[in-house]
């Protein structure tokens, strides 16, 4: 109370912003198809332990992927996807994809990054017109926190960044 007469009993309700991540776990990953731009939060994420095990991903002497989400992601076109989170994420972020939908099976990623552009993460891989990938996005440690994830498709053939010419 505020005063010696404002006493008295009352009730006090206390909530959580966010609540439980939908997409906490790989057997129930947010689906996405083609390209463009999904907002995300790993905030309230756990870490799973799918995608764990990935040697890959094994970078800045830390091999996990903290406060992970799972996207079940179908290629639009045939050529490199281009997966970032590059100066929009307010965190330091992991990503890792592997082939096909569901759960991964350890040892099986097919690219996995952190910190490809200072903080934020950027992985590159061939993909199929019409395939489906699973896409881990997390963080290194236990940052957490907001961001987008950029999805893009490049040419068909090799990565942009296959020889000295396009060096990035």
Same mark, same amino acid.
């Given at each position: 109370?505020?005063?010696?007469?404002?006493?008295?009993?009352? %009730?006090?309700?206390?909530?959580?912003?966010?609540?439980?991540?939908?997409?906490?776990? /790989?057997?129930?990953?947010?689906? @996405?198809?083609?390209?463009?731009?999904?907002?995300?939060?790993?905030?309230?994420?756990?870490?799973?332990?799918?995608?764990?095990?990935?040697? *890959? /991903?094994?970078?800045?002497?830390?091999?996990? @992927?903290?406060?992970?989400?799972?996207?079940?992601?179908?290629?639009?076109?045939?050529?490199?996807?281009?997966?970032?989170?590059?100066?929009?994420?307010?965190?330091?972020?992991?990503?890792?994809? =592997?082939?096909?939908?569901? /759960?991964?099976?350890?040892?099986?990623? @097919?690219?996995? %990054?952190?910190?490809? /552009?200072? *903080?934020?993460?950027?992985?590159?891989?061939?993909?199929?017109?019409?395939?489906? =990938?699973? *896409?881990?996005?997390?963080?290194?440690?236990?940052?957490?926190?907001?961001?987008? *994830?950029?999805?893009?498709?490049?040419?068909?053939?090799?990565?942009?960044?296959?020889?000295?010419?396009?060096?990035?």
């Amino acid at each position: 109370g505020y005063s010696v007469t404002g006493f008295g009993a009352g %009730n006090l309700t206390v909530s959580v912003a966010g609540g439980p991540i939908s997409q906490d776990d /790989c057997a129930n990953p947010a689906v @996405i198809a083609g390209t463009g731009i999904w907002p995300y939060s790993t905030l309230n994420a756990t870490t799973g332990t799918e995608g764990q095990n990935e040697l *890959l /991903c094994d970078q800045f002497d830390s091999i996990i @992927i903290a406060k992970d989400i799972w996207f079940e992601w179908t290629a639009p076109e045939d050529g490199i996807a281009i997966v970032q989170n590059c100066a929009v994420a307010d965190h330091d972020t992991k990503i890792a994809a =592997y082939s096909g939908a569901g /759960c991964p099976v350890d040892g099986t990623a @097919i690219a996995c %990054n952190d910190d490809s /552009c200072r *903080l934020s993460s950027k992985i590159e891989f061939s993909v199929t017109s019409g395939s489906t =990938y699973t *896409l881990q996005i997390g963080c290194f440690a236990e940052s957490g926190g907001g961001a987008e *994830l950029q999805i893009d498709i490049s040419g068909t053939g090799s990565a942009t960044n296959d020889d000295c010419a396009n060096a990035e």
